[in-house]
Every structure is written in structure tokens, then in C-alpha cells.
């Protein structure tokens, strides 16, 4: 019988040489499929993420980080079952979004600021979009309703937390053990630089990523898929938006703004839905950190997809009563 490991190490070898098959194939086509992904990245991506991935890695190395963590340890214990330290990284990945959350918990997790038994909890608890990516993104520029924007970032906080406080009634009973003050970096200049290398790395990998997964949806767009998911999809209320929700699954930014291109209490939901979820090109950013602390990619997977359903009912229900 072939292990599951295996399994999934053959799917994506097969998929793998598909796209490379594909590449070779019709090699213009999708060089400009990855030169558009990377418009999005640098377009939509960069200004809002880049500039929080230097200074939440800056902040984290300070002192300030460590103050602030106690502060906030009582809260987080008790609403969570994390500690300050995990506190101050959930607050920051609200602020800052994708993948910012994710980066932390590693980097938290190589300084042993947080106990094995906390990383699940938190990783779900710091994955999560921010407000520049929402209410600029979605709502204002590709809803033309900052309104929308806020309705989708209210009803996502709101179902990570949730399902996060639900989380810590699940697994063995620990007490956090307590955060040790974090040392001031030796030099300025070096906790300087070694924040902003850290911040070009990870913004480049983002887009990478992006740009691969814009590329693989234009490949699924080309052979029917998407054509395919719209037939099946014609005599239910989802009609409209098939396609949307596919390209969402692979690269949340395009679902989005084709979803935005039907502007509904649905297609917000949907949005929200997406972004929460967060889609896989997200979900392998997230993965590129999470995998290097022990945390298996099922679980966390399975965690983001109850989010995004729940965020997706609240935010269907926010927008019909705000009357969008």
C-alpha cells in the first residue's frame, strides 16, 4: 500500500512536470502569465506588506516587545491559551497581514519565547489578513466601497478569533510558561540590517509565489477548468462566480477582484471567504514558516477552512444588514 507521504509526493511531482510540459509548450503565453502575477504582487502585494515585514521583525528583536508581551499575557492566557509573547504576534499579524503572523511565530518559535503546546493555536490565531489588504484592496479599490472593506475585516477578525478561542478548550492543559525579557540587539545598525535582509527575503518569496500560482491559474483557465466550474455552477445562486472562486482557491487576490466584478452581499461573502481562507498560494507562504516549527499542514488547512466559513456567514449577514 502507498504511504500517504508518498501519495502526496507523487501528486505533486506529477503536477510539477505538468506545468513544466506546459511551460515548454507555450513558453510566451506563460512567461506573460508571470510577468502579470508579478504586476499583482508589486501592485497590490509590496506597498502594504513589505514595510510591516522590516518593522514587526525590527519591533520583535527590541525590548518593547518583551514589555509589551507581559502586559498582554494575562489576556492572551485566558482568551487563548497563548502567551503575552503570542499575544503581541496575533496583534501584529492583525495589523499587518499575510504572512507577517506566520514569520513571527518562527521567529518566536527559534528564540523559545513559546512552548511547544502553543504553536498550533497559534498559528491559527496569527493567520490573518489586515486592514490596508481589506479595506484598501477589496473594499475601496475593488468593491469601490471602503464600507465593504470594513464589513469583510470585521466578519474575518471575528471568525479567526472565534474559531482560535474555541482552540483552547482542545489539546493538553499547560500553563505558559513565563515570557523571559527579550535582550536589546548588541547594535543598532545590525539589528537594522538583519531586519531589512530578513524583509527582502521573505517579500520576495511572496512574490514567487504569487506569480507561480497567477502563471498555474491561467493554465487551469486555459484547459476548461474554470469554463467547466461555471457550467456546473449555472442553475445555483453561485452562478456568477465559478471562476472566482477557483482562481481564489489557487491566488486570493484575482478570486477577489473577479468576485468584485458582481458587487453582492454574496460576492463580498465570498471574498471574505477567500481571503480567509486564504487560498493556497497563502497557505504555501504560511507553510514555507509554520512547517519549519513542527506544525502539520492538515490540521492548520482544516483550522483555515472552518474560518473562512464562518467568516463568509457573518459577513453575508453584516453586508444585507447594512443594506450594501
Not at 502507498?2 to 510566451?28: C, E, Y
Request: aromatic share 10%.
Amino acid at each position: 500500500m502507498i504511504k500517504a507521504k508518498n501519495l502526496s509526493a507523487l501528486f505533486i511531482s506529477a503536477i510539477a512536470v505538468f506545468a513544466m510540459t506546459v511551460f515548454l509548450i507555450f513558453p510566451a503565453r506563460y512567461a506573460q502569465s508571470v510577468s502579470e502575477g508579478i504586476s499583482l504582487w508589486a501592485v497590490n502585494v509590496l506597498p502594504a506588506t513589505f514595510p510591516f515585514l522590516f518593522l514587526t521583525a525590527l519591533l520583535s528583536s527590541l525590548c518593547l516587545f518583551a514589555r509589551v508581551a507581559e502586559k498582554l499575557s494575562p489576556a492572551a492566557k485566558k482568551l487563548f491559551r497563548v502567551n503575552g509573547a503570542g499575544g503581541c504576534a496575533a496583534v501584529m499579524s492583525a495589523l499587518s497581514g499575510y504572512p507577517v503572523g506566520a514569520r513571527l511565530l518562527f521567529d518566536l518559535h527559534e528564540r523559545n519565547l513559546i512552548s511547544q503546546n502553543e504553536r498550533f493555536r497559534l498559528a491559527c490565531l496569527c493567520s490573518t489578513s489586515g486592514p490596508m489588504f481589506l479595506v484598501g484592496v477589496v473594499g475601496s479599490a475593488m468593491f469601490h466601497s471602503a464600507k465593504a472593506g470594513w464589513i469583510a475585516l470585521l466578519s474575518h477578525l471575528l471568525s479567526v478569533y472565534a474559531v482560535c478561542f474555541c482552540l483552547r478548550f482542545l489539546g493538553k492543559k499547560e500553563t505558559s510558561a513565563s515570557l523571559p525579557l527579550v535582550s536589546f540587539p548588541a547594535g543598532k545598525e545590525t539589528s537594522l540590517y538583519e531586519s531589512l535582509s530578513s524583509a527582502v527575503t521573505s517579500i520576495l518569496c511572496v512574490g514567487g509565489f504569487i506569480a507561480l500560482f497567477y502563471a498555474f491559474g491561467q493554465m487551469l483557465s486555459d484547459l476548461g477548468v474554470f469554463a467547466g466550474a461555471n457550467a456546473l455552477l449555472s442553475s445555483t445562486p453561485f452562478a456568477p462566480y465559478g471562476e472566482g472562486i477557483l482562481r481564489g482557491l489557487l491566488e486570493m487576490t484575482t478570486g477577489c477582484a473577479i468576485l468584485s466584478q458582481n458587487p453582492a452581499p454574496l460576492s463580498l461573502a465570498l471574498s471574505c471567504f477567500l481571503v480567509t481562507f486564504g487560498g493556497l498560494c497563502v497557505l504555501c507562504q504560511q507553510l514555507s514558516y509554520l512547517s519549519r516549527t513542527g506544525i502539520k499542514p492538515l490540521p492548520f488547512t482544516a483550522v483555515k477552512l472552518i474560518q473562512a466559513v464562518v467568516s463568509a456567514v457573518i459577513c453575508y449577514l453584516l453586508a444585507l444588514a447594512v443594506g450594501m
